[in-house]
């Protein structure tokens, strides 16, 4: 009852703040991303009868607090539905930097998810484990199915699971990333934004985005596709910094790619820039245009990073366990 998986994490396209039910991770609204590869997480889970108690590790160090929280409602869940009572132990790392705005959450918890069901012997399609990911973090039901993908946000397992999209776009889509150091916590940012005045306003003015969204990706449109991503990082971000708390996740960096990925634009360049929570950008362009944009936002004094569109969560070889 062992099993090792990996997953790519997601940029949000048309983004989710809110949580309508807790226990289950349900989204206000529905929600679209990409995953991005190469970067992973990797997950091996052991379930024994043999352990004293479920144990979790992180890219070396014990999960601990909300973290470990939302994993026990993954664990739990998977054991409910296999009849086992065993405990677990759960080992995970990370190729990329985690709680900067790159979505570790997503790919931690897909990955967690799909080891976990093999190793408990469960025979599930990706969006029902989706549903699964799901009740850890919402964004990871998109990571399980992998590359561009739509979640509903119904009020039950059967409304609310992910589905990939079909598309022309994955194969020219880089994603430069821009990448500005900046710890935050999601889970305080879907509180902030729900206490927002705009909030309503965002709710009311996400479903007209997200019909456009499903039209551009399915009509392999780069630019409206990338525009409407740009556009929803600002409505995203005007929810969250009109809190009670006023946070302002951006840095000056970040402003500065902003104005960059602008003027690359007005000099022809299909570029576009997104934010998830926080201060690292993610800049989409085209394979032809890469390199002159990876330049530009290098020099604004940035470590930068190239990835491309990665696939659905998978189950790996026993050769890839990480114990």
Not at 69 to 93: Q, Y
Not at 99 to 124: C, Q
Not at 159 to 183: F, K, N, Q
């Amino acid at each position: 009852m062992k099993a090792t998986a990996r997953a790519h994490p997601i940029q949000g396209l048309v983004k989710y703040h809110g949580i309508r039910e807790e226990e289950l991770r349900v989204p206000c609204h529905d929600s679209i991303s990409v995953s991005t590869a190469p970067s992973v997480t990797v997950t091996t889970v052991e379930f024994d009868p043999a352990f004293d108690e479920d144990v979790y590790v992180v890219d070396g160090d014990p999960l601990s607090g909300n973290g470990a929280d939302r994993l026990d409602t993954v664990v739990d869940h998977v054991r409910e539905r296999a009849g086992i009572d065993a405990p677990v132990r759960l080992e995970s790392e990370n190729s990329f930097p985690s709680n900067v705005g790159l979505g570790s959450s997503s790919s931690g918890f897909a990955a967690a998810s799909m080891a976990l069901v093999e190793a408990a012997g469960l025979d599930l399609t990706l969006p029902e484990i989706s549903t699964i990911a799901r009740r850890g973090s919402t964004s990871a039901a998109r990571a399980v199915t992998g590359g561009f993908s739509d979640l509903r946000a119904g009020m039950n397992d059967e409304d609310c699971r992910s589905h990939r999209m079909e598309t022309s776009l994955e194969d020219d889509l880089r994603i430069v990333i821009g990448l500005v150091p900046a710890y935050k916590e999601t889970q305080q940012a879907h509180e902030e934004a729900e206490a927002s005045h705009m909030f309503q306003g965002r709710l009311a003015h996400v479903h007209g985005q997200l019909a456009d969204m499903r039209d551009a990706i399915r009509s392999g449109d780069f630019d409206r596709t990338f525009a409407l991503a740009e556009h929803d990082t600002l409505s995203l971000a005007a929810t969250t910094m009109t809190g009670p708390a006023g946070w302002v996740y951006w840095k000056p960096e970040t402003l500065a790619i902003f104005e960059a990925v602008r003027e690359l634009r007005e000099d022809g360049v299909p570029v576009y820039f997104s934010t998830d929570t926080g201060a690292t950008v993610y800049v989409n362009t085209t394979v032809g245009y890469v390199d002159r944009v990876e330049e530009t936002v290098f020099d604004q004094g940035v470590e930068t990073m190239t990835w491309e569109v990665g696939g659905p969560s998978e189950v790996l070889d026993e050769s890839d366990a990480l114990f």
